[in-house]
């Protein structure tokens, strides 16, 4: 399969012999991941070596919601760290050569866990332990990560991470809102009330999970994907978004759908934060309102996602059919405001 689709298959040809070492065309280019994200394509040449070239999705508006220069650059800085990412190997800034700037790294050999199939597939029971366990000691190393030796401690503001993260997805979700929800209102003055004191700044991931890594066959983390939302800020925001991602086999189930992490063998919650603690260091006593506000965040994204299909960005849609993710915003207020009943 060759799959050009947002591909000027002369032009990256042309690019890539020149400008990526070892390269040599003709390529072949199979789609791995895309949608409204940025799309991820497995490239393949002459000689069977592999690369992985990223852009952004196709008929895109904000640049600055795909910045391919940005994240070019943090998996450049964290190849100076103990954070597995996959190497860089070039960036392409003129729009003329693709449509858009892309950037092109090595291929890495791994898994993508996505759900219970995969599951089943590629992680055997005993497995699942280490990958609970890998998943977390990764995120403790993003959080640890000495940023002037990474030449990214300009990458954000380092203040006032939760207050602009507040003040940014509420205004998205007044711009966006396809109907009154009084849970989000009521959560978003909760959490403004009584945000912690940030600690010192570190890189935030911004959408840690588990189909964000990468996992060989002994489920140790080889890379982290999906840099696209990463920044500084406050570390537990990602510590309470894996807990929103995450449901282990006895924890009650998440507003989130997935359930690749209910199998047999992966850790509970609990046994996820308490290792990050152990690893970090860190005082993880204020989590809930980490948990209500990534909650929150996922009814803010999630109905915009809905309001943009409702407008027809999928093409015309029986709105009965959309149901699901009016119901996940729903189910993801009603977290937000169970957890913050149990802080305030």
Same mark, same amino acid.
Not at 63 to 82: C, F, K, T, V, W
């Given at each position: 399969?060759?799959?050009?689709?947002?591909?000027?298959?002369?032009?990256?040809?042309?690019?890539?012999?020149?400008?990526?070492?070892?390269?040599?065309?003709?390529?072949?280019?199979?789609?791995?991941?895309?949608?409204?994200?940025?799309?991820?394509?497995?490239?393949?040449?002459?000689?069977?070596?592999?690369?992985?070239?990223?852009?952004?999705?196709?008929?895109?508006?904000?640049?600055?919601?795909?910045?391919?220069?940005?994240?070019?650059?943090?998996?450049?800085?964290?190849?100076?760290?103990?954070?597995?990412?996959?190497?860089?190997?070039?960036?392409?800034?003129?729009?003329?050569?693709?449509?858009?700037?892309?950037?092109? +790294?090595?291929?890495? /050999? *791994? @898994? #993508? =866990?996505?759900? !219970? %199939?995969?599951?089943?597939?590629? &992680?055997?029971?005993?497995?699942?332990?280490?990958?609970?366990?890998?998943?977390?000691?990764?995120?403790?190393?993003?959080?640890?990560?000495?940023?002037?030796?990474?030449?990214?401690?300009?990458?954000?503001?380092?203040?006032?991470?939760?207050?602009?993260?507040?003040?940014?997805?509420?205004?998205?979700?007044?711009?966006?809102?396809?109907?009154?929800?009084?849970?989000?209102?009521?959560?978003?003055?909760?959490?403004?009330?009584?945000?912690?004191?940030?600690?010192?700044?570190?890189?935030?991931?911004?959408?840690?999970?588990?189909?964000?890594? +990468?996992?060989?066959? /002994? *489920? @140790? #983390? =080889?890379?982290? !994907? %999906?840099?696209?939302?990463?920044? &500084?800020?406050?570390?537990?925001?990602?510590?309470?978004?894996?807990?929103?991602?995450?449901?282990?086999?006895?924890?009650?189930?998440?507003?989130?759908?997935?359930?690749?992490?209910?199998?047999?063998?992966?850790?509970?919650?609990?046994?996820?934060?308490?290792?990050?603690?152990?690893?970090?260091?860190?005082?993880?006593?204020?989590?809930?309102?980490?948990?209500?506000?990534?909650?929150?965040?996922?009814?803010?994204?999630?109905?915009?996602?809905?309001?943009?299909?409702?407008?027809?960005?999928?093409?015309?849609?029986?709105?009965?059919?959309?149901?699901?993710?009016?119901?996940?915003?729903?189910?993801?207020?009603?977290?937000?405001?169970?957890?913050?009943?149990?802080?305030?």
């Amino acid at each position: 399969m060759n799959d050009h689709a947002g591909i000027d298959v002369t032009n990256v040809t042309a690019w890539l012999d020149a400008h990526i070492e070892g390269a040599r065309g003709p390529y072949m280019f199979n789609l791995i991941a895309g949608g409204h994200s940025n799309l991820t394509f497995r490239v393949q040449d002459d000689a069977n070596n592999d690369f992985v070239l990223r852009r952004p999705p196709m008929g895109h508006v904000l640049a600055s919601a795909h910045d391919m220069g940005r994240e070019h650059r943090i998996i450049s800085g964290l190849q100076n760290s103990s954070v597995p990412v996959a190497p860089a190997l070039g960036f392409c800034d003129d729009p003329e050569i693709n449509g858009a700037p892309f950037y092109v +790294m090595s291929y890495v /050999d *791994g @898994n #993508v =866990v996505r759900d !219970l %199939d995969d599951v089943e597939t590629v &992680l055997s029971v005993e497995v699942r332990n280490n990958t609970s366990r890998s998943l977390v000691d990764t995120m403790a190393k993003i959080h640890s990560v000495d940023l002037d030796a990474t030449g990214l401690a300009d990458l954000g503001r380092r203040e006032g991470y939760i207050a602009r993260q507040l003040k940014r997805w509420y205004t998205q979700w007044n711009q966006g809102k396809t109907r009154e929800l009084g849970a989000v209102d009521r959560v978003h003055a909760a959490l403004a009330a009584r945000i912690p004191e940030q600690g010192p700044s570190t890189i935030v991931h911004g959408d840690y999970r588990l189909d964000n890594c +990468m996992v060989d066959n /002994d *489920g @140790n #983390v =080889v890379a982290v !994907l %999906d840099w696209e939302i990463c920044t &500084l800020g406050d570390p537990l925001a990602d510590l309470g978004l894996l807990q929103v991602y995450w449901t282990g086999p006895d924890d009650e189930a998440s507003a989130w759908d997935g359930a690749a992490t209910t199998a047999d063998g992966f850790w509970n919650r609990s046994d996820l934060v308490a290792r990050y603690a152990e690893v970090s260091g860190r005082d993880v006593a204020q989590l809930d309102f980490y948990v209500a506000f990534a909650y929150w965040k996922l009814a803010c994204i999630l109905e915009g996602v809905y309001g943009r299909y409702l407008a027809g960005a999928l093409g015309a849609q029986n709105p009965a059919d959309l149901a699901p993710f009016k119901l996940q915003v729903d189910a993801a207020a009603a977290k937000a405001e169970q957890y913050v009943e149990q802080f305030t």
